[in-house]
């Protein structure tokens, strides 16, 4: 089955440079995969050469290696460290001032981030499912931050159907892969000849119409579904089901916890490089000469100590309760939060955390035994 709507068309092989230069004629800038450090990251694009081809990122527990990708492909890697999260939910910003007047007089005053145009190249579908559980965080009716929709206003998403998924994916089993299928301006899919696009928004439209490219032929059309299949089946990981809730709600007291907290250092990676985690704290940064202050907001993660303290006491003392607090919240909590669970599938945590733990593997082990 064909998930999009817009008629395809093929962008050449050696079109990107043209889809760059036609998202920078519109004003936006470009940001997309580069390497660094050894990881492929998100990161505003000097030309199309800086675009990573020939890569593929092995994954697994604790491991990510860049090695080689025998097609030469653009995008045959997986996920990166990175979500898109860090572009519109800042790891650390100023959200308002505080200062004394010429008449001593105490002010406040917004400070509201620079939001230039961006356009992200290379959004994989995990990220844009994860990209709309934070707009339903962050944009709630009754309560829109103004930073993060500062942001998310004056974005262009060009996203990319995995063709060679990591290890540690598992989009497949939330449902959120690995096949865009919405939340996207354009999206790609990588063939030997070129690039098979659709539109997902108005502004994808009138974009790829600027580029004047050919229709896709069957042929194409039906190697872009066969990859996608092809994609999906070779994920090796699944969670058990979608909604985990009640599942998750009978085992708070299981063993399984206290094993898990042994291996684990609460060093919050998983937090830090999951695409859907928006919890923050909050503090006032004054001013050395102590006239003005800000007020910043920062990451913050359910594996340090100081989330859990309430009023003199702390509600999740040991990491065996902050770690049932992430997996608990993550994959139970929200649904009554969101409608849905807060796993999309990205697999980072598995391949970013330093000690290899696995939340397919640590779903596996407590409903293996009734409790
Ligand atoms: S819980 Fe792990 S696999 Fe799921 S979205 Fe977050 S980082 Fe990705
Ligand atoms: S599960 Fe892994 S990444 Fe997460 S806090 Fe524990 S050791 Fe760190």
């Known amino acids: 089955m064909r998930a999009h709507a817009d008629p395809a068309v093929l962008l ?36 199309n050469d800086a675009l990573p081809r020939g890569l593929q990122a092995e994954q697994g527990p604790g491991h990510y290696r860049l090695v080689a990708d025998p097609h030469n492909r653009y995008f045959a890697w ?88 990591a290890a540690t994916c598992f989009c497949g089993s939330t449902g959120d892969g690995p096949v865009p299928t919405a939340g996207y301006d354009i999206t790609l899919a990588e063939l030997p000849e070129g690039f098979v696009a659709h539109a997902g928004s108005d502004a994808g439209r009138a974009l790829l119409a600027t ?77 050395l000469d102590g006239a003005s202050s800000t007020h910043q907001r920062v990451w913050d993660s359910c594996f340090g100590e100081s989330h859990g303290h309430l009023h003199g006491f702390n509600v999740r003392p040991d990491i065996r309760t902050r770690y049932r607090q992430w997996l608990t919240h993550k994959l139970a909590g929200w649904h009554a939060q969101f409608g849905r669970s807060g796993c999309t599938g990205c697999g980072r945590c598995i391949a970013w955390c330093p000690v290899g733990i696995d939340l397919t593997g640590e779903v596996a082990a407590l409903m293996a035994e009734q409790p």
């Open 211 to 287: 580029l004047d490219l050919a229709p896709a032929t069957p042929r194409q059309l039906d190697a872009v579904q066969v990859q996608g299949e092809a994609a999906a089946a070779a994920q090796a990981r699944a969670l058990p089901g979608k909604d985990l809730h009640d599942a998750l709600m009978r085992r708070l007291d299981h063993p399984r916890w206290d094993e898990v907290a042994m291996r684990c250092l609460a060093c919050g990676n998983c937090t830090a490089v999951c695409p859907t985690c928006f919890c923050h704290a909050e503090f006032d940064q004054p001013a």
């Open 78 to 165: 997986a996920n990166g460290p990175q979500a898109l999260k860090p572009l519109f939910f800042a790891p650390q910003e100023t959200l308002w001032r505080a200062g004394r007047g010429d008449d001593g007089a105490l002010r406040f005053e917004a400070v509201l981030p620079e939001a230039p145009k961006l356009a992200v190249i290379g959004a994989r579908a995990c990220d844009l499912a994860a990209l709309a559980l934070q707009d339903a965080h962050f944009l709630r009716p009754e309560r829109v931050d103004a930073h993060y929709a500062a942001r998310r206003a004056r974005l262009f998403l060009v996203a990319v159907q995995c063709a060679v998924p």
């Open 12 to 47: 050449p092989i050696d079109g990107l440079p043209a889809l760059l230069a036609a998202l920078g004629r519109d004003g936006y800038r470009c940001i997309g995969p580069a390497v660094e450090k050894g990881a492929i990251v998100m990161r505003e694009l000097d030309g």
